[in-house]
């Protein structure tokens, strides 16, 4: 055996899932759960996870779509064995660049007579659907190419009329598999019109190329939405034709909103890039999907590796799942707060002041964190801190005028004398004789202008040289 031969053998042998989505637009949360449900698979087997560009439908597939998912994917954490930027032998991984493999499978279909040219027009086509629907039936392919003679076909070929490829359904049979969340599925046959495996223009249709190509890569276990579910027949009918082996499906439910629509732009932000953009944590977005629509034991924010120890494909649900925002708020609370100082200082760089010292920008951070859940929470306190005296009105303004000129002269030297929060406090407090709430809350308003927030001292330590004891002498 060559040896490339030996490590195709190999990779087979290994099992694989993947994640094939149309660059068609954004990589939407839907799209996301089934990607990490299925690097999730992959990584609980030790099986590959492979990702898969479909992007033959020209007109609807976008450069731009296909970076923004690769970007996606990357920074929800779900690196592929195999895809673009890790090409081998089962590649390429573009089916726009997979021509040559469909059309040996199309030679092949055309020898056993599996298939055959259908000349019709879309405006013949709608008008028989329309027909059929008007007497009540299931619209599907009329059968009109089905039996032209050999010589019409030729000479229609022949004076360049467009033609699709259709794949002639087998009539009377029953086909059965086993779905990895709906369990056993039969249909009819009969019930499948003729269906179209290759485009007028010569590109390769959705049916045809994405089973071929699950062979082709060596995908044993594939989870996708359930709209494809009823896909499912006509592609088990194109692999067996073709002698390949089928994987095994498991069609996982829809997102919904709260209004039991599908999950789409009208219910706010529905693509992963606008959640990346908020400042939304990819391992919140993960243990968020980890459990809408499928149930787990597991509590915990995880880590992807402990994630796809704990996933379970008979945990997968039936029921549509909802999408719900505060639970994935709850997640994202505990993923910042779980943050390092570091990490929580590359979380919120783009909003920090210019030309802040690591050192300050890292404890500011750390010390404004427990009050954070999206980077914009922490804009008040990059005001408060970094920016002028916050006035005061209302009850903070009460509180600083009851609590008294000397108790803020003698915080104000505190602080002047370089003393941390501790020592302003204590100064304050032998000035006044006030303690607890009386002691803070008028320290705290003339600090940060505000009656609530994080700990003062570490916001203290971070404030610029002598501004401090500026805010207090206001009120001395
Ligand atoms: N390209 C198809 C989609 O995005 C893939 C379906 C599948 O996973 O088989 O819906």
Same mark, same amino acid.
């Given at each position: ?88 032998? =089962? ?5 726009? @660049? #997979? %021509? +040559?493999?469909? $059309?040996? *499978?199309?030679?092949?279909?055309? /020898? ?12 013949? =086509? ?5 027909? @059929? #629907? %008007? +007497?009540?039936? $299931?619209? *599907?392919?009329?059968?009109?190419? /089905? ?20 794949? #002639? ?308």
């Amino acid at each position: 055996m060559a040896e490339m031969d030996r490590t195709t053998a190999r990779t087979f042998a290994r099992g694989a899932t993947r994640f094939a989505p149309s660059p068609t637009g954004e990589l939407h949360l839907g799209n996301a759960r089934t990607a990490l449900f299925n690097y999730l698979l992959a990584r609980h087997g030790a099986e590959r996870f492979v990702l898969r560009i479909e992007d033959t439908d020209a007109s609807r597939s976008r450069t731009e779509h296909t970076e923004g998912l690769l970007e996606d994917l990357r920074w929800l954490g779900l690196t592929w064995d195999a895809g673009p930027g890790r090409e081998d032998a =089962l590649g390429p991984y573009y089916q726009s @660049q #997979r %021509a +040559a493999q469909y $059309a040996q *499978r199309f030679v092949e279909l055309e /020898r056993q007579g599996a298939v055959y040219p259908c000349f019709c027009s879309a405006l013949e =086509l709608e008008a028989a659907r329309h027909a @059929q #629907r %008007a +007497a009540g039936r $299931a619209p *599907r392919y009329p059968g009109t190419c /089905r039996e032209l003679s050999e010589d019409e076909r030729r000479r229609r070929l022949g004076a360049g009329q467009p033609a699709t490829l259709r794949f #002639r359904v087998p009539a009377g049979r029953r086909i059965e598999f086993t779905d990895l969340v709906h369990g056993a599925q039969s249909f009819l046959s009969d019930d499948i019109g003729d269906f179209v495996i290759r485009r007028a223009d010569g590109s390769a249709a959705f049916f045809f190329s994405n089973a071929v190509d699950d062979a082709a890569m060596g995908v044993t276990q594939v989870l996708r939405g359930e709209d494809h579910l009823t896909n499912t027949p006509r592609q088990l009918l194109i692999l067996e034709a073709l002698g390949l082996p089928a994987p095994r499906y498991g069609h996982i439910s829809l997102i919904l909103g709260s209004d039991g629509a599908p999950l789409s732009k009208r219910h706010g932000a529905a693509s992963v890039r606008q959640f990346r953009e908020c400042g939304y944590r990819p391992e919140a977005v993960v243990n968020y999907l980890f459990r809408l629509g499928h149930s787990s034991n597991e509590h915990e924010l995880l880590a992807l590796d402990a994630l796809a120890g704990a996933f379970d494909p008979q945990h997968l649900g039936r029921a549509p799942a909802h999408f719900d925002e505060q639970q994935l708020t709850v997640w994202q609370k505990h993923a910042v707060h779980r943050l390092a100082p570091e990490a929580a200082r590359d979380w919120l760089a783009a909003r920090l002041p210019a030309g802040l010292e690591p050192y300050t920008a890292t404890a500011f951070c750390a010390a404004v964190l427990p009050n954070v859940v999206l980077p914009q929470d922490a804009q008040p306190w990059i005001d408060i801190v970094f920016g002028p005296a916050p006035g005061l009105a209302g009850e903070g303004a009460d509180l600083v005028r009851e609590a008294g000129g000397e108790f803020f002269a003698a915080a104000a030297r505190a602080a002047a004398d370089g003393g941390d929060f501790a020592a302003i406090a204590a100064a304050a407090r032998a000035a006044s004789g006030r303690k607890g709430a009386h002691l803070y809350r008028p320290l705290r308003f003339a600090l940060t202008g505000l009656g609530h927030g994080p700990e003062l001292g570490p916001l203290l330590r971070v404030m610029p040289a002598g501004e401090a004891a500026r805010r207090l002498a206001r009120f001395a």
